[in-house]
């Protein structure tokens, strides 16, 4: 979807899970085994930070990015969209056998706790807040273009 609103602002995509696992030279769920949460959350944090010094770019940032007081903090002078989703849709998006480390055991409830958790700050940051269920990509897009407007 990122890539499509890019598209349409004339913008690059950049995807900071993807510059981590493109630095690291490895899967982002193999960082997390070899070298555990916190290393991967360095590495997010650098990513997120060059991303930011770049003019026209629209980052999609890895879901836990928000944790981080600094990266709140960097993301509030810029426009941020949270893309709102519900639990079950989510869970219907990310699947079973994907390799997701934060959610392992039980991926609902696991998805509702990791959720309930970020969702507030994510509402700290957001100038906008789009809902996703049942909605395709070119419409979220469309929706984010006119709040851009």
């Known amino acids: 979807m990122a890539e499509l609103l890019a598209a349409k602002l004339g913008a690059v995509h950049r995807d900071t899970d993807t510059d981590v696992e493109t630095g690291a030279g490895k899967p982002i769920s193999d960082i997390f085994v070899d070298s555990g949460e916190p290393v991967f959350r360095e590495l997010e944090r650098a990513a997120i930070v060059a991303a930011l010094k770049a003019d026209g770019v629209?980052?999609?940032?890895?879901?836990?990015?928000?944790?981080?007081?600094?990266?709140?903090?960097?993301?509030?002078?810029?426009?941020v969209v949270f893309l709102d989703v519900s639990v079950g849709e989510a869970a219907k998006r990310v699947g079973l056998g994907v390799a997701r480390?934060?959610?392992?055991?039980?991926?609902?409830?696991?998805?509702?706790?990791?959720?309930?958790?970020?969702?507030?700050?994510?509402?700290?940051?957001?100038?906008?807040?789009?809902?996703?269920?049942?909605?395709?990509?070119e419409e979220i897009a469309n929706e984010i273009v006119e709040h851009l407007g």
């Open 58 to 79: 629209v980052l999609s940032l890895g879901g836990g990015a928000i944790l981080d007081a600094d990266t709140r903090a960097d993301l509030a002078g810029h426009t």
């Open 101 to 137: 480390p934060l959610l392992l055991g039980n991926v609902r409830t696991q998805l509702k706790n990791l959720m309930d958790a970020r969702r507030p700050l994510y509402a700290e940051v957001a100038k906008h807040t789009v809902t996703t269920d049942g909605r395709t990509p």
